[in-house]
C-alpha cells in the first residue's frame, strides 16, 4: 500500500514561485504526479512522472511555468513540483498522486482505485 503525503504550500504573490514535495512510502514504479481542485472547479491534473521511462506531462495551462522532478537522492521515491510565475487562476489545494500503472489515471483524474493520494497542500496565489 503506498502512503503519500505532501509539503511546501502557501500563500504568494502573483509572478512568485513556490516548490511542493511530495513522498510516496511503499512506490516501487508507475507515475507519481499532481493534481489541484479549487472551489467550484473540476479537477485538473496538473504534472506526471512516468517513474521508469522519466516522461513528463503537463496540463496546458501550466506548460512552461511547472516543472516536475524527482530526486536523486534518499528518498528515491520523492517528486517535486516547482511552480513559477503564478497566477491567481493557480490557486488550489494540490494533492500528489501515486499510480501503479501510467499517469493516465492522474492527468485525466479519472477515479481509479489503484490511485493513491495524500490530503494536499494548499497554494493561495493573490493579485
Known amino acids: 500500500q503506498v502512503s503519500v503525503m505532501e509539503s511546501g504550500g502557501g500563500l504568494v504573490q502573483a509572478g512568485g514561485s513556490l516548490r511542493l514535495s511530495c513522498t510516496a512510502s511503499?512506490?516501487?514504479?508507475?507515475?507519481i504526479g499532481w493534481f489541484r481542485q479549487a472551489p467550484g472547479k473540476q479537477r485538473e491534473g496538473v504534472a506526471c512522472?512516468?517513474?521508469?521511462?522519466?516522461?513528463?506531462?503537463?496540463a496546458d495551462s501550466v506548460k512552461g511555468r511547472f516543472t516536475i522532478s524527482r530526486s536523486s537522492d534518499n528518498p528515491k521515491n520523492a517528486v517535486f513540483l516547482q511552480m513559477s510565475s503564478l497566477k491567481p487562476d493557480d490557486t488550489a489545494m494540490y494533492y500528489c498522486a501515486a499510480n501503479p500503472h501510467t499517469c493516465d489515471a492522474i492527468m485525466q483524474s479519472t477515479q481509479d482505485p489503484d490511485t493513491s493520494w495524500g490530503q494536499g497542500t494548499q497554494v493561495t496565489v493573490s493579485p
Open positions: 512522472s512516468q517513474w521508469s521511462r522519466g516522461d513528463a506531462y503537463y
Open positions: 511503499g512506490f516501487n514504479d508507475g507515475a
